[in-house]
């Protein structure tokens, strides 16, 4: 009985959860005036960034609007989404996040993953490594905020200096305190580096994708661990969240 009592409460939460995504993203925009990209024929849409990016896609594999390349995170779902909905566009869409990757790293990847592409629309979320790494002995990482914050304003200097066209989309990264390796000692510490990326995205013209009210608004439905495996990785749940989320950044 106690089994039955359990499954019908977790289903119940499953369900009023799945429910509520699109009302939860809708709660934390709904007094945002958000910029949004608009999407044009023959766009090429450029994902970077960390492993919730990533999201095992094939590294192997050069591909587009593929599931090897694009992986199975919030990037596959929203590409689903934007192939489905902007058939007449021919959009091409690539996945370049590599799991572990901070800032100075993403910077090492400007020649093969974004000149190489030449992408019109770039949406990069990057930042949560850039502070984890710090608490991992065995990683031995030194990076500060400022590293942080002048590591991601080369990038996007750069990308405005020779892909002066591309549109940006900046992702928030985000903890969900109390879930595995996120506890108080990530805080305020986190909270910094998160307002350095919209700090940056007001700074370049960039839409912002507030990922941390997201989440946070989550939490009024169900608790982190069903929307995180650890506090940053999402489960189904939080990828789907994610990708509800992010298709806010397109018009």
Do not use: C
């Not at 599931?67 to 995170?73: D, E, Q, T």
Request: no cysteine; hydrophobic share 40%.
């Amino acid at each position: 009985m106690t089994t039955r009592r359990n499954f019908i409460k977790k289903a119940a939460i499953g369900s009023a959860a799945a429910i509520s995504i699109p009302a939860i993203v809708n709660a934390v925009f709904a007094s945002e005036k958000s910029k949004k990209v608009a999407l044009k024929k023959d766009d090429i849409i450029l994902f970077h960034g960390d492993s919730i990016t990533d999201s095992g896609r094939d590294w192997g594999k050069h591909e587009f609007n593929t599931i090897p390349g694009l992986g199975n995170g919030y990037v596959l779902l929203s590409a689903a989404k934007l192939l489905n909905k902007h058939a007449d566009k021919k959009l091409t869409i690539y996945n370049k996040g590599i799991s572990g990757f901070k800032t100075n790293q993403l910077l090492t990847k400007w020649n093969d993953d974004f000149l190489a592409i030449k992408p019109t629309v770039i949406s990069i979320m990057i930042g949560v490594n850039d502070y984890w790494h710090t608490k991992i002995t065995s990683i031995n990482y030194k990076g500060t905020l400022d590293d942080y914050r002048n590591n991601y304003r080369k990038l996007l200097t750069d990308i405005k200096k020779d892909l002066p066209a591309a549109r940006l989309i900046l992702a928030e990264p985000f903890g969900l305190k109390g879930v595995k390796h996120v506890d108080d000692t990530w805080y305020p510490a986190l909270d910094n580096f998160r307002n350095v990326s919209k700090e940056l995205a007001t700074e370049f013209g960039a839409v912002f994708i507030p990922y941390q009210a997201v989440f946070n608004e989550a939490l009024k439905v169900a608790p982190g661990d069903y929307w995180t495996t650890d506090g940053v990785h999402p489960t189904i749940a939080g990828t789907s969240l994610m990708s509800e989320a992010w298709l806010k950044a397109i018009e």
